[in-house]
């Protein structure tokens, strides 16, 4: 909205944190690739892919030999999340927008984190799906990140742009708070008490309580939900 850009949005990727304002935007890339076709038919003046292989050369390939303007975005940490809102903002000619949302988002990330106490960090693991191989978060993604400023400490993959993980060491690192971001987020209020059931088993003894929740900020920005969690306390009664 900042940007002005809603309806001049023709196409986007499948994703659990699309905005509600994007739902009806036909989808043309996924997990399992791009729709090159149906893309290339919606006539885009440009086109954003994600790095570190996110999207896959071929298709970069294809899009630039279709003459459509590809633009790159790879955040790695919070920096980086603030320098690619500047360059979206570049790239469609709302430098000055972009711009004013940097400052913005970035004084108001200063003031939560001053207010963070000294203590304990609790353990947090995020994730991002698990349909059939439990995918959460790299150690060098921004939401990683958040939630160490948010006085957490984030279980992941321990391998920089890797977000799968095993089970066996997801059940080791003994999470004490697990972030449903994924689709899993939609059914977790019907399947509440099985689920924590289930998760009270695989903790270690030691462990007395395994806190299990879906990001409170909703579908329009599911992994900001995971830095919200360690936030709540300050959000609450700032």
């Avoid at 709302?94 to 400052?103: D, K, M, N, W």
């Avoid at 899993?184 to 695989?202: C, K, M, S």
Wanted: charged share 20%.
């Amino acid at each position: 909205a900042t940007l002005n850009l809603a309806d001049r949005v023709v196409g986007i990727a499948e994703c659990t944190c699309t905005p509600d304002a994007f739902a009806a935007i036909p989808v043309v890339a996924g997990y399992e690739g791009v729709d090159l076709e149906r893309l290339v038919a919606l006539e885009p003046d440009l086109v954003f892919v994600g790095g570190s292989g996110f999207t896959p050369a071929d298709a970069i390939a294809a899009m630039r030999a279709a003459n459509i303007t590809v633009v790159t975005i790879d955040p790695k940490g919070v920096e980086g999340v603030y320098r690619t809102m500047r360059l979206i903002g570049d790239a469609v000619g709302g430098s000055t927008p972009a711009a004013q949302l940097v400052a913005s988002v970035r004084a108001d990330m200063a003031r939560l984190v001053a207010l963070i106490p000294a203590g304990a960090r609790p353990k947090v693991f995020y994730e991002i799906d698990a349909t059939s191989t439990i995918y959460g978060l790299a150690p060098d993604d921004y939401a990683a990140e958040l939630i160490r400023l948010a006085g957490g400490e984030p279980v992941t993959s321990g391998s920089p742009g890797v977000y799968e993980i095993a089970l066996e060491k997801l059940v080791a690192a003994a999470p004490e708070v697990i972030v449903l971001g994924g689709h899993l987020r939609h059914l977790y209020p019907q399947v509440q008490e099985a689920v924590q059931g289930h998760i009270h088993r695989a903790m270690p003894a030691t462990r007395s309580q395994v806190w299990v929740t879906a990001p409170g900020l909703g579908g329009d920005s599911t992994l900001l939900g995971a830095a919200e969690v360690a936030f709540e306390g300050l959000l609450s009664d700032p």
